[in-house]
Nanobody, 118 residues
Framework: QVQLVESGGGLVQPGGSLRLSCAAS????????MGWYRQAPGKQRELVAA???????NYPDSVKGRFTISRDNAKNTVYLQMNTLKPEDTAVYYC????????????WGQGTQVTVSS
């Protein structure tokens, strides 16, 4: 079993920055793909960023160039640096950890609220 705990959310003005952290514990391996997803009210959960064990990253166009995902395998922690935030980035952000080959090993954190507003 894997536990994921997010931190770093909050209220920020448009154009500002936030850094989210996700600490993993339990039976986690560095081979797991780590990702961040978000869900705004009335919308489906969507991928924000993902990073493989080898450091390959993936971003949707909506955040490309503004968000950066990174991981510290020694600390079992993944980060999401969010810059130039927009009101449409407002959502609950969830950390995800999944085995690249075995689908049943797919874990989620509780989520952290990010609100971008003046």
């Amino acid at each position: 079993q894997v536990q994921l705990v997010e931190s770093g959310g909050g209220l920020v003005q448009p154009g500002g920055s936030l850094r989210l952290s996700c600490a993993a514990s339990g039976s986690i391996s560095s081979i797991y793909v780590m990702g961040w997803y978000r869900q705004a009210p009335g919308k489906q959960r969507e991928l924000v960023a993902a990073i493989t064990s080898g450091g390959t990253t993936n971003y949707p166009d909506s955040v490309k160039g503004r968000f950066t995902i990174s991981r510290d395998n020694a600390k079992n922690t993944v980060y999401l640096q969010m810059n130039t935030l927009k009101p449409e980035d407002t959502a609950v952000y969830y950390c995800n950890s999944r085995h690249p080959l075995i689908g049943k090993y797919d874990y989620w954190g509780q989520g952290t609220q990010v609100t971008v507003s003046s």
